[in-house]
């Protein structure tokens, strides 16, 4: 372990000294890092903040007070065992928000890099969260759900079990998710339904004018036109241009086990 300056690690902090920390690390007030955690290069905790479990962080997160990462997950199911939580670099893990390791033995709870995690959220066992995603204010993410890259959930959201949450969609505020949101689409609602594209966040991750026109033609024939999923998929891929971002959608559809949110 590099050599840490009490300057960078207060003296009322409790680290296990077979954890693992990069250079630069700051540790506040009364954080407590286990045994088994690794924390990159310019990670900063400010206060407060408990990291347990087999958990690994990459390079640059910072971690304000009350928030508790790689603990032992709420499941039932939990049986013993050695689960892991990986995350990426330069995360934002906002006021009391939790993210609980895997539930089986030699299972993951996964988070990528630029994210954005505010107050109160919770990311439960075996998630799998992407790249540059935002969860505002009190979301919440059950068992085994998967938020792909640049999805923005609203405060208040609740997504069920095994659920995934397209790229570049959005949900909006106190949903209940309980089916696949599409990518490149907007959701609201309880139950939350598809209720249009996600303009803004296609021209913001530089989309271009032509897939946007594409997938608002998508979403007609999708969400609009009466049709049953099949044949919504099969007039897509008949009638609209082979954009990437259209076999993304198609594929995303045709591979959702739980259902999308019509």
């Given amino acids: 372990m590099p050599e840490l300056t009490m300057e960078r690690i207060h003296p009322t902090a409790i680290i296990h000294p077979h954890a693992r920390l990069g250079a630069r690390c700051q540790i506040g007030p009364y954080c407590i890092i286990g045994e088994h955690v690794q924390l990159g290069d310019d990670c900063r905790l400010h206060a407060h903040v408990v990291i347990d479990g087999h958990t690994r962080l990459g390079q640059a997160n910072e971690i304000f007070p009350f928030a508790s990462i790689g603990l032992k997950t709420q499941d039932l199911k939990w049986n013993g065992g050695l689960t892991r939580t990986e995350i990426g670099d330069r995360n934002t893990f906002r006021e009391y928000v939790s993210v609980h390791s895997a539930t089986g033995d030699g299972e993951v709870t996964t988070i990528g890099s630029d994210n954005n995690i505010l107050a109160y959220c919770h990311l439960a066992h075996n998630v799998t969260i992407g790249h540059r995603v935002i969860m505002s204010n ?14 923005v959930i609203g405060g208040l959201v609740a997504i069920h079990q095994f659920c995934r949450v397209g790229k570049m969609s959005m949900i909006g505020g106190c949903s209940k998710v309980v089916q696949d949101i599409p990518p490149f689409m907007i959701a609201d609602g ?61 594929n995303f559809v045709r591979t959702s086990a739980r259902g999308i949110s019509k």
């Fill in 190 to 250: 309880n139950a939350a339904r598809t209720v249009t594209v996600n303009k803004v966040g296609l021209e913001r991750n530089g989309v271009s004018e032509a897939a946007q026109i594409a997938l608002r033609q998508a979403y007609k024939i999708l969400f609009r036109a009466g049709l049953t999923i099949p044949n919504s998929l099969e007039q897509i891929e008949k009638e609209l241009p082979p954009l990437p971002e259209l076999a993304y959608l198609v």
């Fill in 138 to 151: 009190v979301a919440t993410l059950a068992g085994h759900v998967t938020v792909e890259d640049h999805a």
